[in-house]
């Protein structure tokens, strides 16, 4: 799998570096914070962890913090630059690779891997073929943490609420280049088709009810 001129490498975030961290918390109220905290909170001090599709980099920063030995990658240079700046005034350190993830063949798999918000760039599909290459970077039993829009808790209430505050936000990132045009993914089959169990899984409502909402998923890579 080629990065270079495919469609893993067609959806760069670096014209909204300044104010992707501020619109994503206005939109979601908090909940995408949240969820990202949820899967950092699943690292474990010492671990080699990779970060795809970094961005900014709270999580990052955070996982950092924990003790964890940290590669992040994205394909924005002004992404990765406020993130190393958010580590320098800190005093942390992390590999930071402009490139992407599609390329990267490290020495040894990772102990865990983190993809917040960056399995829906792409449709059902392209979702499924980058899973199967994330899992080829994970050791045998180690982890991958995901968060994403949550899929509706059930009924058809769940569902308008849900897809009522999805959908426009897919229409207009779609309009603007920055995802593909896709339902919400669904990790329950997902992530069992690429070689994944799911050990936890979190919802974070955005108006304190179940829907619409956000999810953090930790799945054990099995063989």
């Known amino acids: 799998m080629s990065g270079s001129g495919t469609p893993f490498a067609a959806h760069p975030y670096g014209a909204v570096a300044a104010v992707y961290d501020e619109l994503a918390a206005l939109y979601s109220l908090g909940a995408i914070d949240r969820s990202k905290r949820a899967g950092v909170s699943a690292l474990a001090p010492g671990e080699r962890v990779l970060f795809v599709g970094a961005g900014r980099g709270s999580d990052v920063v955070g996982a950092v913090r924990r003790g964890c030995r940290v590669t992040a990658v994205d394909l924005a240079p002004a992404m990765l630059a406020r993130l190393r700046a958010s580590l320098d005034r ?5 590999e930071t690779i402009l490139g992407d993830v599609a390329d990267h063949r490290p020495a040894e798999p990772y102990d865990a891997l983190v993809a917040h918000y960056f ?8 979702a499924g073929a980058m899973l199967a290459h994330l899992r080829s970077l994970v050791r ?16 058809s209430v769940a569902s308008l609420l849900a ?10 990132a779609w309009a603007l280049g920055y995802c593909a045009l896709h339902p919400i ?3 329950g089959v997902l992530l069992p088709a690429a070689g994944f169990r799911i050990t936890r899984e979190q919802r974070f409502a955005v108006l304190g009810i179940r829907d619409p909402a956000y999810v953090s998923i930790v799945a054990q890579r099995i063989d």
Request: hydrophobic share 45%.
């Open 90 to 94: 800190e005093g942390l350190a992390a």
């Open 119 to 126: 399995l829906n760039l792409w449709d059902t599909p392209l």
């Open 140 to 155: 045998p039993g180690g982890r991958l943490v995901v968060a994403d829009f949550a899929r509706p808790s059930g009924g």
């Open 163 to 172: 897809n009522a505050y999805y959908r426009p936000i897919d229409w207009l």
């Open 185 to 187: 993914l669904d990790y």
